[in-house]
């Protein structure tokens, strides 16, 4: 595993810029590979063993995900629409779980560990880096109970909307009066539907 200051950089240039985000996402990552005992899956086949929940579509989920190689098309990322800047390691082959959890006492305590830097975002930046741990991140060892369908690997489960017909995988189908839909026709879906375009 490359040092702290190595993927800090990396995440900064895949995220586009440096922030106080990149540098938890960093912590967060490297403390979660280290509870569930992988030291490098991003650069082995041990990525194979990870599965990581991110709470927030944030600066930090991509720093997770630069640092520990999991990734949405990969099914190794899976994301909870939770608003809480926390992440969930999980080691597919031990079953060992833990929810790290960013602290917001973390941002009044700043001041603490970089009281030479005034603009704040940039305190918050340097602080971070330096901060320990337990005044980072509040941490769980929880269990985590993943469905056969979310799994890495190929699809094992196809069905078709019965109303328009369109393949839906891995479990994803919304079943509404005994009849198998799609969250478009389920009425469900996150876009309305204005006309279809023919190429």
Sequence with gaps: MNDFQTLLAGSAREHGHLCPGQVIGVRM??????????????????????????????????????????????????????????????????Q?????????????????????VEDLHARQLEAYKIMPLSELFEVQEVSVNIPAADMPGPSAFKTACESCGIVLRDQKEVRNQGRILCHACAGVAYYTEKKKLFL
């Design 29 to 94: 990552a490297l403390l979660g590979l280290e509870l569930v005992g992988l030291e490098n899956p991003k650069e082995t086949r041990e990525i194979k063993k990870l599965i990581v929940y991110v709470e927030i579509d944030r600066c930090a989920t991509d720093a997770i995900s630069y640092v520990t190689g999991v990734k949405l098309g990969r099914r190794s990322l899976k994301f909870k629409d939770y608003g809480i800047m926390a992440a969930t390691f999980v080691n597919l082959s031990t």
């Design 96 to 116: 060992k779980a833990f929810r790290i959890v960013s602290t917001e006492s973390a941002r009044t305590k700043a001041a603490a560990f970089a009281p030479h």
